[in-house]
């Protein structure tokens, strides 16, 4: 089992709509989740971390963690043609105390 | 403001050569990272250090070595090229979280990635 996993996609939604990206992980001892964008031939960006239970605002992106179930997901409200990129779950701590990131989500955005 | 630089961002190499990726950081980060990522993956944790003189294996070190004599440089060496190691590099630092002994996520700064070809 991989130690975090990402639908590899791609995702297509038509501009305006929430895009739903998921992410599992398999350590429970995990402590720290983040979402980064990544465009095409670019270093990743930080667009959401989140610790807690819960959900997290930031403008159109809101992060959800659920521990107990072991999923973390990004949600892009009213999706834009340049948001448009891969977006790259990543989970810190537990047993490894390292950032292990998963394959990344393709989210394509339709004019 | 430089953060953290790596060079060179190309590099085309021949089976069984070597050479050494540069990275510099000029943010007095404890933490420094070095990550691959294949076309259409995500990023791979190869080593990491946690400050001058330490350095750990990650999820793929074989085929790499690395050094931190100082706060600010992490090269990474790969010895003896395969077409394997094929990818796109990136070197990364970030400070402790609210002054434990962990790396904050929120804090990690990339460089902009070597990409490099073993033929």
């Known amino acids: 089992q991989k130690e975090v996993e990402q639908n590899s996609g791609p995702l297509s939604v038509p501009e305006g709509a929430i895009a739903s990206l998921n992410c599992t992980y398999s350590d429970r001892g995990s402590q720290s989740f983040f979402w980064y964008r990544q465009y095409s031939g670019k270093s990743p960006e930080l667009i959401m971390f989140i610790y807690s239970n819960g959900d997290k605002e930031d403008g159109r992106f809101t992060a959800q963690l659920n521990k107990a179930s072991q999923y973390v997901s990004l949600l892009i409200r009213d999706s834009q043609p340049s948001d448009s990129a891969t977006y790259l779950c990543?989970?810190?701590?537990?047993?490894?105390?390292?950032?292990?990131f998963g394959t990344g989500t393709l989210l394509a955005v339709q004019p | 403001n430089a953060g953290v630089t790596q060079t060179p961002k190309f590099r085309i190499l021949k089976i069984g050569q070597s050479m050494t990726l540069q990275c510099t950081q000029d943010?007095?980060?404890?933490?420094m990272y070095w990550y691959r990522q294949d076309p259409g993956m995500g990023l791979k944790l190869i080593y990491y250090s946690v400050g001058a003189g330490i350095t750990d294996k990650g999820e793929v070190p074989n085929g790499y070595n690395v050094s931190r004599s100082t706060t600010e440089d992490f090269p990474l060496r790969l010895e003896l090229a395969a077409p394997s190691q094929t990818s796109v590099y990136f070197c990364?630092?970030?400070?402790?979280?609210?002054?434990?002994?962990?790396?904050?996520?929120?804090?990690?700064?990339f460089g902009e990635g070597s990409w490099l070809t073993v033929v």
């Open positions: 990543a989970v810190y701590g537990g047993a490894t105390n390292k950032l292990i």
């Open positions: 990364a630092s970030s400070s402790p979280h609210e002054g434990l002994l962990l790396p904050s996520g929120n804090t990690i700064y």
């Open positions: 943010m007095n980060h404890n933490y």
